[in-house]
T-cell receptor, first 112, second 113 residues
Framework: GNSVTQMEGPVTLSEEAFLTINCTYTATGYPSLFWYVQYPGEGLQLLLKATKADDKGSNKGFEATYRKETTSFHLEKGSVQVSDSAVYFCALRDTGGFKTIFGAGTRLFVKA | EAQVTQNPRYLITVTGKKLTVTCSQNMNHEYMSWYRQDPGLGLRQIYYSMNVEVTDKGDVPEGYKVSRKEKRNFPLILESPSPNQTSLYFC????????????FGPGTRLTVL
């Protein structure tokens, strides 16, 4: 079945450091891929998405590229801020469109 | 303001006492879904609904019921809650085509003693 695997956290970085959170997936066909972010005490909100191979999603300085050959969708940001502290979820929507599968989430702490 | 609302936000109950968590969205979305979030497991889908009167099981439906009598509402029912249903619950909605971005409610933290 479809699945999403994320790197375990927590990830602790200093402000202005480079961020990478790894995400790999298993799926048949061509799923759409997403990164969602959950700030403390809130629900999830979409951060970025990519719907086909080699697409790059970007938002708020975050980027992720849909790599079909490595079945990956790693999240990157060049310079993190304290306000980026949150839990990040990688997710895929199966080609049937009915279900979204989420990874376990990666908690990010950014220190001033 | 476009939003998904859930009530209650926090609930402590005892084993076996029936409860309902309400979910409502004002975006005219066809698709609605319930998830539970547990440490180390991420979000797991409980039930989803493609439209009024159309519901289907997700990955962890045991012990839960849902109904979709109106497009905007999708309540989650626990007929006989047990301690293993202690969790953080999220309702979400989206359109059935296009970007497939899901909009999430603020969550309901349920504790079953």
């Amino acid at each position: 079945g479809n699945s999403v695997t994320q790197m375990e956290g927590p990830v602790t970085l200093s402000e202005e450091a480079f961020l990478t959170i790894n995400c790999t997936y298993t799926a048949t066909g061509y799923p759409s891929l997403f990164w969602y972010v959950q700030y403390p005490g809130e629900g999830l909100q979409l951060l970025l998405k990519a719907t086909k191979a080699d697409d790059k999603g970007s938002n708020k300085g975050f980027e992720a590229t849909y790599r079909k050959e490595t079945t990956s969708f790693h999240l990157e940001k060049g310079s993190v801020q304290v306000s980026d502290s949150a839990v990040y979820f990688c997710a895929l929507r199966d080609t049937g469109g009915f279900k979204t599968i989420f990874g376990a989430g990666t908690r990010l702490f950014v220190k001033a | 303001e476009a939003q998904v609302t859930q009530n209650p936000r926090y609930l402590i109950t005892v084993t076996g006492k029936k409860l309902t968590v309400t979910c409502s969205q004002n975006m005219n979305h066809e698709y609605m879904s319930w998830y539970r979030q547990d440490p180390g497991l991420g979000l797991r889908q409980i039930y989803y609904s493609m439209n009024v009167e159309v519901t289907d099981k997700g990955d962890v439906p045991e012990g839960y019921k849902v109904s979709r009598k109106e497009k905007r509402n999708f309540p989650l029912i626990l007929e006989s809650p047990s301690p293993n249903q202690t969790s953080l619950y999220f309702c979400a909605s989206r359109v059935t085509s296009g970007s497939y971005e899901q909009f999430f409610g603020p969550g309901t933290r349920l504790t079953v003693l």
